[in-house]
């Protein structure tokens, strides 16, 4: 069973940065699609960001609009680890974050193809 521990939420203000890190057990960590989600109180689940296998141990990664030319995803597989980096964070950030991992290497926008969730991490941006 594979476990993913996020860490790194907290309180910012906008325009501040937070950095957002997974741990993820388990082996072949480098060849799986990682995602990022959010959800804000009274809204669904939404794809933030994603960063999947592509040929030539290369990899793709996607973003949501609303999160485009300020947050990257990106990842270290020697420490089982991606990471989200929120810049230029705005009020409507706010919600609670959480890892994902689809062992099916799809692109990972979609959430119903992750196979494991963390519990996630609160992240508040005030005004």
């Known amino acids: 069973q594979v476990q993913l521990v996020e860490s790194g939420g907290g309180l910012v203000q906008a325009g501040g940065s937070l950095r957002l890190s997974c741990v993820a057990s388990g082996p072949t960590f480098n060849r799986y699609t990682m995602g990022w989600f959010r959800q804000a109180p009274g809204k669904e689940r939404e794809f933030v960001a994603a960063h999947s296998w592509a040929a030539g141990r290369t990899y793709y990664a996607d973003y949501a609009d609303s999160v485009k030319g300020r947050f990257t995803i990106s990842r270290d597989n020697a420490k089982n680890t991606v990471f989200l980096q929120m810049s230029s964070l705005k009020v409507e950030d706010t919600a609670v974050y959480y890892c994902?991992?689809?062992?099916?290497?799809?692109?990972?926008?979609?959430?119903?193809?992750?196979?494991?969730w963390g519990q996630g991490t609160q992240v508040t941006v005030t005004s």
């Open positions: 994902a991992q689809d062992t099916e290497r799809n692109r990972g926008l979609d959430p119903r193809t992750y196979d494991y």
